[in-house]
Structures are given as structure tokens and as C-alpha cells.
């Protein structure tokens, strides 16, 4: 790829980025309505097609070469659009070389556990890109709106108290660098909405019969702990952006930007990797010489 192309992809997602050791207030430090005075709506599915052709490009190569991974943190509230935002990325990637999980409540099994441990079991394989629909990342955050949540987990009495969450930060931050020194790049999106947004959204889920199915009167409860989960996030992006793993605040008031953003991102760490077509040694180029002379044999 040009070097002037990586350098507008960087270039165009640097705004996103939280630079670790910042201290972040969401509402005052990134726009959910922000869509870059250079893009127009009109022009944003020729630019998602561009991403989503350079990233089927680069996660070809990536499964070719085998020796790098790929983990994509997905994070947003109720209807930031984090489904949407997979489904229109990858729709060009090939399918054998992706894998998602989207994270519930977690299970009686998985409580029985650390609370990395259902994540690390799903973890993308060298050569494949691997979406976390929600993530470990949960653990600070509706863990933390809700702390009653936390009583389930089993944790002995000494470990409950309020240095929890810190605890937590340190210990995601150690386990990301252990990632990433292990040749598995971690890329960490977060969909920033606005309560107008959400509720423009959630209203068109009632309204809408076939997006009834998407609404739960369980989400509008949540939204009455906005200003909880916005401090939650806050302090999230704050302490557990590093330079190995930094967080990218996606703006997702306009789904199309937020599309075009989320596939630059991730595009930029594979560029980043630039992962290669593994060389052919002289006996395996022999070895397809010899083969192509059989194929071409059988014309005769």
C-alpha cells in the first residue's frame, strides 16, 4: 500500500485516538455528532467500500503469513449500532478468516472463573481477526454501575472493596501487553452515542414493527444510569489506554461515519502489521513448476 495512504488513514482517525495517559470526560472531550468537515454522507459508501476492500486485502495476507493475530474490542452503550458496525466492515472479508462472539450475562460456569477467563477461551487464532461484541471490558463497566453484580462473582471477602475497579484496569493492562507481545494486535473501539441519539433509536425500535424484536424495556431502565455509565466509561478510557493497546472513541450519532471510522481503525493496525505473503522456497517452486507441467500436460 503507498505510504501517502497509510499516512491518510492515520491521519484521518488521529482525532479517535485516546493518547494514553490522558484523562478523558466523554462529554467534553469527543463529539458523538462529529463526521470530519472532508466526508459528506454521499460519498460514504464509496469510502466504507474502500476500507472494506483494503481490509479484505490485508486479512488475506494476515491469514497467508500465520503469525500474527488480530482482536477487535467492540464497546457502546444500547443501540450505538455495534452489530451494524460488524456486519458492514466485514461484509467483504473472507468469512473463514473472522471470527465474533458477542458476550451476555455471563454463565454459573463462567462466574466459577476469573473474570478474563471466558474471553481469553475465545481469543482469535494467529492469522484470523477475532470481534469481541462486548468484552471483558464489561467488568468496569456495567459491573460497575451495577456492583451488586459483582456478590456473584465469588471473589473472597479482602478483594471486594472499592480498589476493585483499579485493581481491574492493572490487570486488563497486563494481560493486553501479554497479548500484544505474543503477536496479537488488539484494537479497541468504543462507539460513542448521544442520549438524543439512544433515544431517537430506541423510539424507532417501538415504532417500527420489524425492529420490535431489537428493543427490551430492559434497555430503557439501563438508560436511567446514563450519567453513571459516562463516568464509568470516562474513567475506562482513561486508565486502560495504552500504547500497546489504545483506545479509539468512535463518534456514532451518524451510523455511515461511524462505519467509515470503525473500518480505518481497524485498517490502520493492519497496515501497521503489514503482514506478507510467506516467500517460496527452491524446492517448493520446483515442486508447482513440476505440478504446473502435469496440468498443462493434460490439454495435449
Given at each position: 500500500?503507498?505510504?501517502?495512504?497509510?499516512?491518510?488513514?492515520?491521519?484521518?482517525?488521529?482525532?479517535?485516538?485516546?493518547?494514553?495517559?490522558?484523562?478523558?470526560?466523554?462529554?467534553?472531550?469527543?463529539?458523538?455528532?462529529?463526521?470530519?468537515?472532508?466526508?459528506?454522507?454521499?460519498?460514504?459508501?464509496?469510502?466504507?467500500?474502500?476500507?472494506?476492500?483494503?481490509?479484505?486485502?490485508?486479512?488475506?495476507?494476515?491469514?497467508?503469513?500465520?503469525?500474527?493475530?488480530?482482536?477487535?474490542?467492540?464497546?457502546?452503550l444500547d443501540a450505538a449500532g455495534k452489530d451494524g458496525t460488524i456486519r458492514h466492515v466485514m461484509s467483504g472479508v473472507n468469512p473463514q478468516g473472522v471470527v465474533v462472539h458477542s458476550f451476555?450475562?455471563?454463565?454459573?460456569?463462567?462466574?466459577?472463573?476469573?473474570?478474563?477467563?471466558?474471553?481469553?477461551?475465545?481469543?482469535?487464532?494467529?492469522?484470523?481477526?477475532?470481534?469481541?461484541?462486548?468484552?471483558?471490558?464489561?467488568e468496569v463497566l456495567v459491573v460497575r454501575v451495577h456492583p451488586e453484580l459483582l456478590a456473584t462473582q465469588h471473589l473472597p471477602p479482602e478483594h471486594r472493596g472499592p480498589e476493585v475497579w483499579h485493581r481491574r484496569y492493572r490487570e486488563i493492562?497486563?494481560?493486553?501487553?501479554?497479548?500484544?507481545?505474543?503477536?496479537?494486535?488488539?484494537?479497541?473501539?468504543?462507539?460513542?452515542?448521544?442520549?438524543?441519539?439512544?433515544?431517537?433509536?430506541?423510539?424507532?425500535?417501538?415504532?417500527?414493527?420489524?425492529?420490535?424484536?431489537?428493543?427490551?424495556?430492559?434497555?430503557?431502565?439501563?438508560?436511567?444510569?446514563?450519567?453513571?455509565?459516562?463516568?464509568?466509561?470516562?474513567?475506562?478510557?482513561?486508565?486502560?489506554?495504552?500504547?500497546?493497546?489504545?483506545?479509539?472513541?468512535?463518534?456514532?450519532?451518524?451510523?455511515?461515519?461511524?462505519?467509515?471510522?470503525?473500518?480505518?481503525?481497524?485498517?490502520?493496525?493492519?497496515?501497521?502489521?503489514?503482514?506478507?505473503?510467506?516467500?517460496?522456497?527452491?524446492?517448493?517452486?520446483?515442486?508447482?513448476?513440476?505440478?504446473?507441467?502435469?496440468?498443462?500436460?493434460?490439454?495435449?
Open positions: 500500500m503507498p505510504t501517502s495512504r497509510a499516512r491518510r488513514i492515520a491521519d484521518f482517525i488521529a482525532p479517535f485516538r485516546v493518547d494514553p495517559g490522558r484523562e478523558v470526560v466523554l462529554g467534553r472531550d469527543f463529539d458523538p455528532g462529529y463526521t470530519d468537515g472532508l466526508i459528506r454522507k454521499d460519498e460514504s459508501e464509496t469510502l466504507l467500500r474502500m476500507g472494506v476492500e483494503l481490509l479484505a486485502e490485508y486479512q488475506e495476507r494476515l491469514a497467508a503469513q500465520d503469525t500474527y493475530g488480530v482482536l477487535v474490542v467492540l464497546q457502546a451476555k450475562a455471563p454463565s454459573h460456569e463462567e462466574l466459577d472463573h476469573d473474570y478474563l477467563w471466558r474471553c481469553a477461551t475465545r481469543l482469535p487464532a494467529r492469522g484470523q481477526i477475532g470481534i469481541f461484541n462486548r468484552s471483558y471490558y464489561e493492562n497486563h494481560w493486553e501487553r501479554y497479548l500484544t507481545d505474543n503477536g496479537f494486535k488488539i484494537v479497541k473501539l468504543f462507539l460513542n452515542l448521544s442520549k438524543d441519539e439512544q433515544r431517537r433509536r430506541f423510539l424507532a425500535r417501538i415504532d417500527e414493527p420489524e425492529k420490535n424484536w431489537k428493543f427490551s424495556p430492559a434497555d430503557a431502565r439501563e438508560r436511567a444510569h446514563w450519567d453513571e455509565y459516562q463516568v464509568a466509561y470516562s474513567e475506562m478510557l482513561t486508565h486502560t489506554s495504552t500504547e500497546w493497546a489504545p483506545w479509539h472513541v468512535i463518534p456514532a450519532d451518524h451510523k455511515w461515519f461511524a462505519r467509515i471510522a470503525a473500518a480505518a481503525t481497524i485498517a490502520d493496525a493492519l497496515v501497521g502489521i503489514d503482514p506478507r505473503f510467506p516467500d517460496v522456497d527452491d524446492a517448493t517452486r520446483a515442486a508447482l513448476t513440476e505440478a504446473r507441467a502435469e496440468l498443462e500436460a493434460e490439454d495435449r
